[in-house]
């Protein structure tokens, strides 16, 4: 609210928590995260629903270091059209919200998908983006995989774990999902017919 009371954008508050509630009978500890996608995935669909009524596209917010971790919901807050700060890792969002005049309370906030109460990404991931970025552009940007290089640049072993066992294990939410092959041609991007 913050940000649109300075920008001066048009909004619309859609609540979704009666589309959540009619789906869960309760929401605790054993279910929290399965409905913490369900509310992503809730979100994206009203998004889209209001894209196709305004003729818009939806925007993205996912950046580089939330992508290379997989630290999203597919189809959830992946799905967009469009994502302009995808290539972007978390700090440099940061620093160019800076550099935008975006309010300082908005950029210091604890990132968090607000999804339950105290919920922070940094403390689900248990790394700091600062640590987490470093790592990424050691690792994805400049190709250094050498675990031993990697300590001699001084990360922590428990750090580069989790950072790496995050890459891994959510590497199938950066493509689409696999189809199975029957031998037909690959479907082409697109067709331009030939006189």
């Known amino acids: 609210m913050e940000l649109i009371k300075k920008t001066g954008i048009d909004y619309r508050k859609i609540e979704i ?4 509630d009619a789906y869960y009978n309760k929401i ?21 629903d209001v894209a196709l009524e305004t003729n818009c ?26 994502n302009p700060i995808g290539e972007l890792y978390k700090t440099e969002v940061r620093q160019i919200a ?13 990132p968090s998908a607000d999804l339950w109460a105290g919920q922070t990404d940094e403390g689900e991931i248990g790394v700091l983006y600062e640590k987490i970025d470093l790592i990424l552009r050691s690792m994805v940007d400049d190709g250094i995989t050498s675990k031993n ?22 590497a199938f939410k950066r493509s689409l999902p696999e189809i ?12 331009t017919l030939k006189d």
Not at 29 to 46: P, Y
Not at 98 to 110: E, R, V, W
Not at 180 to 191: D, E, K, Q, W
């Open 17 to 20: 928590s009666p589309m959540i």
């Open 28 to 48: 605790d500890e054993k279910n929290r995260l399965r409905a913490g996608n369900k509310m992503a995935r809730e979100r994206m669909s009203v998004l889209f």
């Open 57 to 82: 596209l939806v925007l993205g917010t996912g950046n580089r270091t939330e992508i290379c971790l997989g630290y999203t919901t597919w189809y959830g807050d992946s799905a967009c059209s469009i």
């Open 98 to 110: 800076k550099i935008l005049g975006i309010p300082d309370q908005i950029i210091t906030k604890a």
């Open 149 to 170: 290089d990697l300590l001699k640049l001084g990360y922590d072993e428990d750090a580069l774990t989790r950072v790496i066992g995050l890459i891994n294990k959510n």
């Open 180 to 191: 199975a092959g029957l031998g037909r041609n690959s479907i082409p991007s697109s067709i």
